[in-house]
């Protein structure tokens, strides 16, 4: 993922996509004491960044637990209704329809190439928007870390643990903390920065019975070496597509941990930056 998006272009995608969800019908809406997550999918073109088209918006933060999954018939639920993971389906939506179209020649963000194949026109690319980081690596961190550049964590993060200093003048750091499960062994939960294990598959964070959906943190990295389009969009498409920026609107952000949760932890040199 790139960061040459002008700033001020961001800031036109994000009031574009509050326009959008302010001008939707109130059912189905969070009531002003609730709390929610909103994300989009939005085309930006290149060498016009004002010109833009929203594909999805999506709010949600909920999943199922992984005992009525187990219950269920396949197919039969959605299981994962996080605003990442809807936009994205609505995404993927978006892509067989405008295919379609480019079968009928009348699209004009899709283009047939080779007789059979799809692939998106030059030129537009792919943002996502969200309100809040995705669930999971990418909301562990050291707490107001985005404060500070790197040398003065260092030196925080130095006399944290210094056993030279007074108790006193130690500098009490810890980590944000995600209600998200390790897939495989446990974290800590030590004190402080001991907290969590980082770069760890999770799932989904909840109350009841575990789910089993992955937390937005690893299926974000999942499109960031696969892409976005799904099995069904790959078997049509001449390339994957995979997003060019991510824009945060929220104040809760730090860039370590994003970029290790949505491709440093990737483990391979072929992963969308």
């Not at 994962?80 to 993971?85: G, I, L, N, P, T």
């Not at 295919?99 to 283009?111: D, E, P, T």
């Not at 980590?175 to 897939?183: D, I, Y």
């Not at 790959?234 to 991510?246: D, G, Q, V």
């Amino acid at each position: 993922m790139k960061s040459d998006l002008d700033i001020s272009v961001a800031q036109l995608l994000a009031e574009k996509c509050f326009e959008k969800f302010r001008k939707l019908p109130k059912q189905g809406k969070p009531s002003d004491n609730q709390w929610t997550v909103l994300s989009a999918i939005v085309l930006v073109k290149s060498d016009q960044q004002n010109k833009i088209k929203i594909l999805s918006l999506a709010t949600g933060t909920k999943c199922l637990d992984g005992s009525t999954r187990l219950k269920s018939n396949p197919g039969t639920l959605l299981h994962d209704s996080h605003a990442e993971v809807v936009a994205r389906r609505g995404f993927i939506l978006w892509l067989l329809e405008e295919m379609v179209l480019a079968r009928s020649g009348v699209s004009q963000y899709m283009s047939v190439v080779g007789g059979h194949k799809y692939e998106l026109v030059d030129g537009w690319e792919i943002v996502m928007v969200s309100t809040h980081p995705p669930c999971g690596d990418a909301t562990i961190y050291v707490r107001n870390s985005e404060k500070c550049d790197d040398s003065v964590k260092d030196v925080i993060e130095k006399a944290f643990v210094s056993e030279g200093e007074p108790a006193a003048k130690k500098v009490k750091l810890d980590l944000n903390r995600t209600g998200a499960k390790p897939v495989t062994g446990c974290d800590p939960l030590s004190s402080g920065l001991e907290y969590h294990k980082v770069g760890e598959v999770r799932t989904k964070p909840g109350r009841g019975d575990r789910t089993l959906s992955l937390s937005c943190s690893d299926k974000m990295i999942k499109w960031n070496m696969v892409g976005l389009q799904g099995a069904l969009c790959s078997a049509l498409l001449a390339k994957p597509l995979y997003l060019h920026s991510f824009i945060l609107t929220g104040q809760m952000f730090d860039r370590t941990a994003m970029e290790r949760a949505l491709y440093g932890r990737a483990g391979v040199t072929e992963v969308n930056r």
